[in-house]
C-alpha cells in the first residue's frame, strides 16, 4: 500500500487521508495509478461505468490495463471524491523503425553436369530442417485479491478475476440496470453476475444468468459472497454453470466442477 496523502473534500473542504491501492499486473508485478494532487479533487454525483475505471501502464511490462478509478468518502460530510490520476503518456519518444529482413541467401554457384553434391553420392548433403521448437507455455501468475468492504468491492473483484482467467474487456453494461440484486459483468464470449447480499444466490438466479448467457452464445458465470442454496448448486451442475463464492478477503473459490475447470483451462 503506498503511503497515505491528504485529499481535500471539495464539499466542506475538509482533508482526508487517501493511499493508492496497489493492484496486480498480468506479469505479477504491482501497479499503483499515479495519483494527480496538482489537480483539485471532483465530487461524484453520478457514477458510470466507464468512469469507474482508469488506465494504468506497469512500469515494469509496459503493459496497459484498466483498474478502478481512485476515490475516497469523506468522513465528515459523506462525499465519494475522485482523486485525479494523470493520464497516459506515449510509450516511449521516438517510434523506432521496424529492421528490414535479412536479404534471402544467395543461391549456389550451378555445379557442372554431372557432377554430385558435396557428401556421399545420391544423398543429400545434411538432414532436412525440421520445424522450429514450439514456445514454452507462459505460467499464469497468481492471482492478487482485493480486499472486499463494499458491494462495489465485490463487484470490482469479480471483473479482476475474470480477467485473470483471460477474459477480454470486462466491464458492466451501460444503461439503465434491471432492477436485481445482482450485477452483470459482460465481456466477448462472457456473461456473468456477481451477487453482493448476505442471501444464498437461489436457484432463479443460476437459470437467469444460464439464460442470459444462452440468448448471448456467451459462457455463463456466476459470483456469490453467501455462497448458493443446495437446489441452486444441482441446477449449474446439471447446466455446466462455472459458480464461486467470494469471502471478504476477495479470493474467489470455485464450488464445482465447471468451476474448477475454467480455472484450468482459463478463457
Known sequence: MADA????????LRENGYAAPV??????NPV???LDLTSPPRELTHRTWTQSWVAVRCEACGRESEWPHPEVGCTSCGTVVLVPVHPLEPA????????APPAPPSSPPPSPRGAEPAGRPGTPAGPPAGPPPADPAVPRPAFRPVTIRTARDAVVTAALY??????????QPDGRPIPSTAVDLRAPGLVAQVDPTTAPAGLRAVECVWLNGLTACATSVYFSL?????????RADDLGIPLFVMDLTGMPQPVNDPAEDLVGMGA
Not at 496523502?5 to 466542506?12: D, K, L, S, T
Not at 475474470?162 to 466491464?171: C, E, I, K, P, S
Request: glycine share 12%.
Open 226 to 234: 453467501a455462497g448458493y442454496t443446495e437446489d441452486a448448486r444441482a
Open 32 to 34: 499503483t495509478p499515479p
Open 23 to 28: 493492484f496486480p499486473c498480468a506479469c505479477g
Open 92 to 99: 516511449g519518444g521516438v517510434a523506432r523503425t521496424p529492421l
Open 162 to 171: 475474470l480477467r485473470w482467467l483471460g477474459f477480454q474487456d470486462v466491464r
Open 5 to 12: 496523502v491528504p485529499v481535500r473534500c471539495p464539499a466542506c
